[in-house]
């Protein structure tokens, strides 16, 4: 079974600092790997999300990712951060299940709060 | 507008009762995501159908129910709720392939 492990339940970091969030998977087969975006009181909203080709790979509001195969990891990164980025993530993996079926399952979120 | 609808945005129920969650999927779509979003679990997946057809269940219990209808929207049934269900219901879409899922803004369902 797959699964997600973002390292790291809440990250504050002062506004304009960079920032790192840890997502790491366990699966066997490719898998498709994204990043979602969830502000107060909303739905999710997709940043990013690596299907193939280069392993860096860029989202909206300036963020990036980087997929790395042999550690199994789709690190999250801003090189600076915005009050307004303050939101919870989450690290997600999508895996065929047969059939032509695909499953999308989520880690348990990583909180970042911007400190002004 | 992510092009995924869900209604209602609130709901508010006694325990006991049940409620009908229901899903528009983006045009285009063929299959349909439910998830369960609540504080001490994290974003559960539920149930997935494709064109019509249960394709995948995840930690659904068995007083949850979903279909999807020949127009695509699909409904969550929940039943005989308990405190313990109260949590945000998210529906995706996909097209299909596992590259992009879409999420609607979700229900809100509490259960007093």
Do not use: M
């Not at chain 1, 304009?16 to 087969?29: D, F, G, I």
């Not at chain 2, 097209?95 to 259960?111: E, M, N």
């Amino acid at each position: 079974a797959q699964s997600v492990t973002q390292l790291d339940s809440q990250v504050p970091v002062f506004e304009e600092a960079p920032v790192e969030l840890r997502c790491n998977y366990s699966s066997s087969v490719s898998v498709y790997l994204f990043w979602y975006v969830q502000y107060p009181n909303q739905g999710l909203q997709l940043l990013l999300k690596y299907l193939s080709g280069s392993t860096l790979v860029k989202g909206i509001n300036g963020f990036e990712a980087e997929f790395n195969k042999s550690q199994t990891s789709f690190h999250l990164r801003k090189p600076s951060v915005h009050i307004s980025d303050t939101a919870e993530y989450f690290c997600a993996v999508s895996l065929s299940t047969g059939a032509g079926s695909y499953q999308l399952t989520f880690g348990k979120g990583t909180k970042l709060s911007v400190i002004p | 507008d992510s092009g995924v609808t869900q209604t209602p945005k609130h709901l508010i129920t006694a325990t006991g009762q049940r409620v009908t969650l229901r899903c528009s999927p983006r045009s285009g779509d063929l299959s349909v995501y439910w998830y369960q979003q609540s504080l001490d679990q994290g974003l559960q997946f539920l149930i997935q159908y494709y064109n019509g057809e249960e394709r995948a269940k995840g930690n659904i219990l068995e007083r949850f129910s979903a279909q999807q209808f020949p127009d695509l929207h699909s409904e969550l049934n929940l039943s005989s709720l308990e405190l313990g269900d109260s949590a945000l219901y998210f529906c995706a879409s996909s097209p299909g392939g596992g590259y992009g899922y879409t999420f609607g803004s979700g229900t809100r369902l509490t259960v007093v």
